[in-house]
């Protein structure tokens, strides 16, 4: 009995050690405790707090004798007794941590849910590319359990998936992290010598700005690995990179890099973000699609939608000012050209305003235009008196024709004019080889899968 018991111990052990189910190892960068535990209550109903397992073994053992003689005068006995017990409790108590209740999520979506996007399930010997293509057109395609090509039947709003990713963080989280570093780093006066205080300052205000924004939360923009997004039959899939050999020419053309995107909360690393958010770290994550299909819009700082009245533009001049300032900072250069590119972006202001509302600009009117331009381009160093500068080229317009320029109307104006310049609000204007970095790589050349993050782990 005592072997068998110590057999019992001894694999227990090392069960426990292997990770019991041969379960992978997992470090985990982010774990999201409120998603896990919903997620999986949805799933089972109530979950236990505690698991307790108990091994009790007991051994008696009882010899007994006696003698008994009458001879009527002597009455005598003999007895004797041994007995032997042992006993032995062993009680394990494991607290059901975070990391177990994702680990039964985990195993419970992978043993029911034969349909979730995972690594694992395209693999093997590459499917014909022509016979997929057909299956695609009689929109009966018998490779969905495999996830090579991925429509918007197979990424459902509230779906799980499973995707290998470079995990990055979007450009405005970026740009905010590296002016609060300076920041810091200017209280060093060695360092504090090679950096304009004016600018030094004004980066500080737009960082406050943008900080205000984020709320706490940190964008994500993380590139997929497996998956690019292909447009087939009018209709975008995402397609496995073992794919890309066989697709038609026509196909390839229309290729586009594809990007998990969503918001995480900054509390909920369990890694230094400084560590893990600049590296382009190759990782895995568990998410749930927020927004069913491909997209071709995203936007990072959630708060802008809520001030999108007041402030239509305010998500489009966030992004191109993230742009630019990382181009900027990546270049350790301003372009000799400032001045001139802040007076071309009001002056093409202007004349995009002129055709919207269909109204011919003669000489003097472009030179009454270009004086504005000049005289107003210094506002345009603040992303808060920017917005002045356009108004008073607009003014001009309305008192010359009189016009009304509706307000939508203005900054899509405001926004295009920007985009063809090449000037990012904040005056951060870009060089020519930063200006066609920014350019070369438009929202239009990328797509987002819109999903909230649960978990990021290697």
């Known amino acids: 009995m005592f ?23 997992r470090e985990f960068v982010y774990l999201d405790e409120v998603s896990v535990t919903s997620l999986l209550s949805s799933r089972r109903g109530a979950l236990p707090s505690e698991y307790t397992d108990t091994l009790s073994s007991s051994v008696k053992s009882e010899v007994s004798s006696s003698v008994n003689a009458d001879l009527k005068v002597v009455k005598s006995g003999l007895g004797s007794r041994f007995e032997a017990t042992q006993g032995r409790d062993s009680q394990v108590l494991r607290k059901a941590t975070i990391q177990a209740t994702f680990k039964d999520l985990h195993d419970h979506e992978k043993r029911t849910n ?45 779906d799980l998936i499973e995707i290998d990713v470079n995990l990055r963080a979007d450009a405005t989280f970026r740009v905010s992290s590296i002016i609060s570093t300076m920041s810091d780093l200017v209280s060093n ?27 706490g939360l940190v964008p994500l923009k993380c590139r997929m690995v497996d998956y690019s997004a292909y447009v087939i039959n009018g209709v975008e899939y995402a397609i496995h990179r073992k794919l890309e050999p066989t697709l038609p020419e026509s196909v390839k053309l229309t290729r586009k890099s594809l990007y998990v995107v969503g918001v995480t909360e900054q509390s909920l690393y369990w890694k230094d973000i400084r560590r893990v958010l600049f590296s382009d770290s190759p990782v895995r994550i568990l998410c749930r699609i927020g927004t069913s299909g491909i997209q071709s819009r995203w936007t990072p700082i959630k708060l802008s939608e809520v001030l999108k009245e007041i402030i239509p533009d305010l998500a489009n001049e966030i992004d191109r000012f993230s742009a630019g300032a990382l181009g900027t900072f990546s270049s350790g250069s301003q372009s000799e050209e400032v001045t001139g590119q802040r007076v071309r972006v009001l002056a093409l202001y202007g004349e995009l305003i002129a055709r919207r509302y269909g109204l011919t600009l003669d000489s003097d009117a472009r030179e009454r235009i270009e004086n504005l331009a000049r005289s107003s381009s210094g506002l345009l160093v603040s992303v808060t008196d920017s917005r002045r500068a356009f108004n008073l080229i607009t003014q001009d317009l309305e008192s010359q024709f ?16 920007w985009r063809l310049i090449g000037v990012t609000p904040g005056g951060i204007a870009l060089s020519a080889s930063n200006a066609s970095r920014v350019q070369a790589t438009p929202a239009a050349d990328e797509r987002y899968i819109d999903s909230e993050f649960v978990a990021i782990y290697w």
């Open 189 to 215: 006066p060695h360092l504090a010598a090679s950096i304009d205080p004016e600018d030094m300052q004004e980066a500080q205000a737009i960082n406050e700005i943008l900080e205000s924004l984020m709320a």
């Open 114 to 158: 034969p349909l979730m996007v995972r690594p694992e399930t395209a693999t093997g010997d590459t499917p014909d590319w022509s016979r997929i293509s057909a299956e695609l057109t009689s929109r009966a395609y018998i490779y969905a359990e495999q996830s090579w090509v991925l429509g918007r039947d197979r990424l459902n709003r509230g």
């Open 3 to 25: 072997s068998r018991l110590k057999r019992w111990f001894q694999n227990r052990k090392k069960r426990t050690l292997q990770g019991e189910g041969g379960a992978s190892l």
């Open 402 to 417: 009189s016009i009304s320029v509706d307000p939508g109307d203005a900054a899509n104006d405001r926004d295009r004019s």
